[in-house]
């Protein structure tokens, strides 16, 4: 075969090969969401608090980074978020998160959402299969979460200081519950700006 064949082989199999990317993207059917304003989702999160009776309250002393004692901050320790999370009346919590993962191990799922403040946490809540289909289903966001929490530890982390040789630690707290309900705000929603 000559060279000029074989480059117009190529060229038209790269031809091809455009032409069912584009044929692909225009024919894949899109996903029509609703954009929701601020006030519809403000409301949305409010009736499912209400609903669930959770606690909103919980993370208001972890606002500084930290506790506060005698005009400074010391860092959050697992007892205190123990304290914050597992209520004696069983309440579930409300926290705003993002998706980190959805897992399926046989017939149970589980959503992996972490906090979106100040302190590090990592809740490991287990849901339905539609649960964790609409979740797989969205984009990236901003999620209203309420949840009962089961179980609270601790994972050390080792952290290098890049301008010296010190290792610090720091505390990763990993929450176990169940998702009993979520809300999808999207990814422009803040819900830190009132």
Request: aromatic share 12%; hydrophobic share 40%; net charge negative.
């Amino acid at each position: 075969m000559s060279l000029k064949k074989e480059t117009v082989i190529v060229w038209f199999a790269y031809l091809v090969i455009i032409a069912v990317v584009v044929a692909g993207v225009w024919y894949v059917p899109k996903i029509k969401r609703k954009i929701y304003g601020k006030d519809e989702i403000k409301q949305a999160i409010n009736e499912m608090i209400a609903k669930h009776n959770a606690s909103t309250q919980w993370s208001e002393c972890f606002d500084d980074y930290g506790i506060k004692i005698n005009g400074g901050y010391r860092p959050i320790f697992l007892a205190d978020v123990e304290t914050a999370l597992v209520s004696s009346d069983s309440r579930p919590i409300f926290f705003w998160g993002g998706v980190n993962d959805v897992r399926k191990s046989d017939a149970e799922y589980s959503v992996v959402f972490r906090t979106l403040r100040d302190i590090d946490i990592t809740f490991l809540l287990s849901c339905n299969a539609k649960q964790a289909e609409i979740i797989s289903g969205q984009p990236e966001g901003f999620y209203g979460i309420i949840a009962s929490i089961s179980d609270v530890h601790v994972s050390d982390s080792k952290v290098n200081d890049n301008r010296s040789d010190n290792v610090s630690f720091i505390n990763r707290f990993i929450v176990k519950g169940v998702c009993l309900d979520f809300s999808f705000a999207g990814r422009d929603y803040n819900p830190w700006d009132d």
